[in-house]
């Protein structure tokens, strides 16, 4: 059931809504571009060894065995659906359905669950000891 927006108490957590993807969507380019790169270019505090395992690890995610579930379970369902389905409700279609909300929520849900998920497959084990002996001689 459809109910007018008497109010603009929707219509603000729709644009917060919007924010939050957004803001979620650019800490993962960063995060990813951060893994990528070899670790962290403020600090530098990625071993060698370490950073190969990061970048191979985002590489994973992004053309490797996990491409699948990280382009359409995290990237098209957990963020583009639910961005397209809140900027649909502000700026178009001005009635607020429970289906609408719920299915976005839905896919938020599931977008989560996928990046936690393909986080711990793609996590490559980095042997200490071995970098460690390296480092020594």
Not at 40 to 62: I, K, R, V
Request: charged content about 10%.
């Amino acid at each position: 059931v459809a109910e007018p927006r008497e109010h603009g108490v929707p219509r603000v957590l729709e644009i917060g809504t919007i924010c939050l993807i957004v803001a979620e969507a650019l800490v993962l380019a960063l995060f990813l571009k951060t893994m990528l790169a070899g670790g962290d270019p403020l600090f530098e505090t990625m071993e060698p060894g370490y950073a190969a395992t990061a970048a191979a690890s985002a590489n994973c995610w992004l053309s490797g065995d996990l491409a699948g579930m990280f382009w359409v379970l995290l990237v098209a369902v957990g963020l583009a659906f639910p961005l397209a389905s809140a900027i649909i409700q502000v700026f178009w279609w001005p009635r607020h359905t429970r289906i609408a909300a719920l299915s976005a929520a839905v896919c938020v849900l599931a977008g989560g669950c996928t990046l936690r998920f393909i986080t711990l497959l793609a996590g490559a084990h980095v042997d200490v000891l071995v970098n460690a002996v390296a480092m020594i001689a």
